[in-house]
């Protein structure tokens, strides 16, 4: 799909889909649509609030699911135990490595499911994604 010809709108997807499970990179797609022209401060704020939201959509499931659910995913329980022990010692702050490539998007799986603070995650969360798109911008400029 060439998500450039649909607009901002294309930006949006593009964005909201790589914060979710799917391997997808939006970091290529921003820099495209600097590159071919389109305002951005305007790309910077919509790929932030997308990007955001595909997050906050992992957090959501996170909540929803089940602990055996979770237990038959990571295969061992003893990386269940450690996981429950570092969200529970870092919290919300972990929400600080969900804009880093692989770990990030079932990072907030995780946190939605152990119920860290909502708005300091949300807080953190949206500050990291939006810096990482402006050191991409900036770097472009």
């Known amino acids: 799909m060439e998500y450039i010809e649909l ?9 909201f889909l790589s914060a979710t499970i799917l391997p997808f990179a939006s ?15 305007l790309v910077w704020s ?9 997050s906050l959509s992992n957090y959501a499931l996170g909540m929803l699911s089940s602990p ?6 990571l295969k061992r329980p003893d990386r269940f135990e450690r996981l429950s022990q570092k969200a ?7 929400a600080a ?16 499911f152990f119920r860290v603070r909502f ?8 500050l990291t994604k939006g810096l990482r798109y402006l ?4 770097l472009l400029m």
């Open 68 to 73: 055996d659910k979770i237990k038959s995913r």
């Open 27 to 41: 970091e290529g797609v921003v820099a495209y649509f600097v590159l071919d022209g389109f305002d951005p401060l």
């Open 97 to 112: 490595f969900a804009w880093v490539p692989i770990i990030g998007d079932p990072l907030t799986i995780v946190l939605g």
């Open 88 to 94: 529970e010692k870092y919290g919300f702050w972990l």
């Open 135 to 138: 050191v991409i911008i900036y």
């Open 119 to 126: 708005v300091p995650f949300l807080i953190l969360l949206i």
């Open 46 to 54: 919509l790929a932030t609030v997308a990007n955001s939201s595909g």
């Open 7 to 15: 607009g901002y709108i294309g930006l949006f997807i593009a964005c």
